[in-house]
């Protein structure tokens, strides 16, 4: 099927798409700087620091002064992109035309004609991540140069027009559905606490033990030279949100290490980590950060007890008793002495299927709703790359 936007190509580009360098059709600007003296927490203006770029800002700058820069020198016209240019580099925010001012070198924009490039349409170029960083410093910088010698398609301001809308419509029904989609897994979040609480609260009739009866914490040592990025798991690679670590990207370089073995439980063990968890399925080694629970109960199944310490209520107890001023640790002796339910063997097979078909759903990435997230996501920018990519038309460029 012939698209309108084929149409306009083939009408207005036959030959190609001519590439250029962004600057030949504009320049980069930035506002005059603004000391810090001449800042305040409260004010008239908004400042925005690379901190505060595209977030809430937290300084401010009188009236007066925002009236005279903004006549004397260098601001931006309503729709221009504004560009993180240290940091996260490369992050874009459409200036809306309401009262607001901006870092000097940091946050930055492409003074052009729009004759010849629409803002939008360098919005989404952007999005391409064209920038040759640079990174010679403590943290990447986009330098002017950066900017100006980065090279992008530039078709007739028709084509410009009808890929904008296009896009424009993909972003809209894109952001819908992930809407419609983060609603769905926050109710499945909310719904997979509910039934687990549910599930984990039982009768006076099932016993009731100590976590010291049924297991204890690993105090074996594994020496670092047997350690590598597959085997050793410290709070840096277990996720949040208790769910535990697919991939280690850790090396140590020495010390001693506690063991793990699979299906012991590793839990963080420093805040703000306490609610990091994980059944394991290798053996391998970690640290006093995390603390390392191994069954010695044969009936107790290892995956009932990790959505046990999966709970809230355990998360609860273990945040009620962690001690220390600075960065406060759980407490051994109290995660030892919590206390755990123990139904029969078919009751426990029960409960964790259960349980395991809403963490499926919830958690994990390869499956479930954040798949579909993540698809529709992927789907977006495929269909953006491809509309953005042309065949070159064959001219010098300077």
């Not at 950060?289 to 990790?306: G, M, Q």
Request: net charge negative.
């Amino acid at each position: 099927m012939i698209t309108k936007l084929d149409s306009l190509i083939a009408e207005l580009c036959p030959d190609g798409v001519e590439y250029r360098k962004l600057g030949d059709i504009g320049r980069v600007a930035m506002c005059k700087r603004i000391m810090k003296d001449e800042t305040a927490s409260e004010g008239d203006v908004p400042f925005y620091k690379i901190g505060t770029f595209g977030k809430q800002a937290d300084a401010y700058i009188s009236q007066a002064l925002y009236d005279e820069y903004k006549s004397k020198y260098s601001f931006p016209k309503k729709g221009d992109v504004l560009i993180s240019a240290a940091g996260t580099i490369g992050r874009t925010v459409i200036y809306d035309g309401n009262p607001a001012y901006y870092q000097d070198s940091n946050i930055v924009w492409l003074d052009h004609d729009e004759n010849q490039v629409q803002n939008k349409y360098l919005f989404y170029f952007y999005q391409l991540s064209p920038w040759h960083i640079s990174t010679g410093g403590t943290i990447a910088r986009l330098y002017n140069d950066n900017i100006t010698k980065a090279v992008i398609p530039l078709p007739p301001l028709p084509i410009q027009s009808e890929i904008v809308r296009i896009l424009d419509n993909f972003t809209e029904l894109t952001a819908e559905l992930t809407a419609e989609l983060t609603a769905e897994l926050t109710a499945r979040k909310k719904q997979y606490n509910y039934y687990r609480g549910e599930l984990l609260t039982f009768d006076e009739d099932v016993p009731m033990v100590t976590l010291g009866e049924i297991a204890e914490y690993s105090k074996t040592r594994i020496g670092a030279g047997e350690l590598d990025a597959e085997n050793y798991v410290g709070v840096d690679n277990l996720l949040p949100d208790k769910q535990g670590k697919t991939t280690s990207n850790y090396v140590p370089e020495s010390g001693a290490f506690t063991g793990f073995d699979v299906d012991d439980v590793l839990i963080g063990n420093i805040r703000p980590y306490l609610k990091k968890i994980w059944l394991s399925d290798i053996t391998g080694g970690t640290n006093g950060d995390v603390l390392v629970v191994h069954l010695t109960d044969k009936e107790i199944l290892p995956r009932f007890l990790y959505q046990l310490l999966s709970s809230d209520a355990f998360f609860a107890f273990d945040m009620q008793h962690s001690k220390g001023a600075k960065m406060p640790r759980g407490s051994k002796q109290a995660i030892m002495a919590y206390p755990v339910p123990t139904p029969s063997l078919s009751e426990q097979t029960r409960i964790v299927a259960i349980l395991d078909r809403f963490d499926t759903l919830v958690n994990d990435i390869t499956r479930g709703l954040p798949a579909e997230i993540e698809a529709r996501r992927k789907q977006y920018e495929y269909y953006r790359d491809k509309l953005l990519t042309f065949p070159a038309k064959q001219t010098t460029m300077s």
